[in-house]
T-cell receptor, first 112, second 116 residues
Framework: GENVEQHPSTLSVQEGDSAVIKCTYS??????FPWYKQELGKRPQLIID?????GEKKDQRIAVTLNKTAKHFSLHITETQPEDSAVYFC???????????FGDGTTLTVKP | NAGVTQTPKFQVLKTGQSMTLQCAQD?????MYWYRQDPGMGLRLIYY???????DKGEVPNGYNVSRLNKREFSLRLESAAPSQTSVYFC???????????????FGDGTRLSIL
């Protein structure tokens, strides 16, 4: 089955700096890669996703890049703000798989 | 739209007691999921239902049972609760796009379950 590894497990940055979280996956047939943000005590919520037919997607300060050959995808957050502090999860799935495989999460702390 | 609704939000049980966690979605999604999240940990899939009438085990199914009651509802049952099942339980649902392409999961607010 699919295996997703997420790094780093914790990340601390100064406000205004950039943050990058990377995930690698094992199943070459995986074609959907969402990122979720979970604030303390809250539910995970989708922040951005990418499909295998594109290499990069941006939404304001957030971007995701996908390298299908190397089987990894990354979340980039620019101009970080204290409200970006949360746990971020990546996930991977293939069409009609019925379920997604999640990474173990990255705790991002943005210091004011 | 309420999205994904879980009940109860909090529950305290004694070891050996049973209970059912309820989940309902109003987005006409085919797939539904149950996860547990222990403190400081990731999401571990307990069971999932890819479509109405089907259920499958995830990575940590022992001690749990599920029922896909209809397209909207997916319940999780603990038959004999154990302290190791103390956790936050999240229900989620997702739809299907064109050609069966995957869509993001929508999560409920969670049930915080403590077993003494």
């Amino acid at each position: 089955g699919e295996n997703v590894e997420q790094h780093p497990s914790t990340l601390s940055v100064q406000e205004g700096d950039s943050a990058v979280i990377k995930c690698t996956y094992s199943d070459s047939a995986s074609n959907y890669f969402p990122w979720y943000k979970q604030e303390l005590g809250k539910r995970p919520q989708l922040i951005i996703d990418i499909r295998s037919n594109v290499g990069e997607k941006k939404d304001q300060r957030i971007a995701v890049t996908l390298n299908k050959t190397a089987k990894h995808f990354s979340l980039h957050i620019t101009e970080t703000q204290p409200e970006d502090s949360a746990v971020y999860f990546c996930a991977a799935s293939r069409t009609n798989a019925g379920k997604s495989t999640f990474g173990d999460g990255t705790t991002l702390t943005v210091k004011p | 739209n309420a999205g994904v609704t879980q009940t109860p939000k909090f529950q305290v049980l004694k070891t050996g007691q049973s209970m059912t966690l309820q989940c309902a979605q109003d987005m006409n999604h085919n797939s539904m999921y149950w996860y547990r999240q222990d403190p400081g940990m990731g999401l571990r899939l307990i069971y999932y239902s890819a479509s109405e009438g089907t259920t499958d085990k995830g990575e940590v199914p022992n001690g749990y049972n599920v029922s896909r009651l209809n397209k909207r509802e997916f319940s999780l049952r603990l038959e004999s609760a154990a302290p190791s099942q103390t956790s936050v339980y999240f229900c989620a649902s997702s739809g299907r796009g064109t050609g069966g392409s995957n869509q993001p999961q929508h999560f409920g607010d969670g049930t915080r379950l403590s077993i003494l």
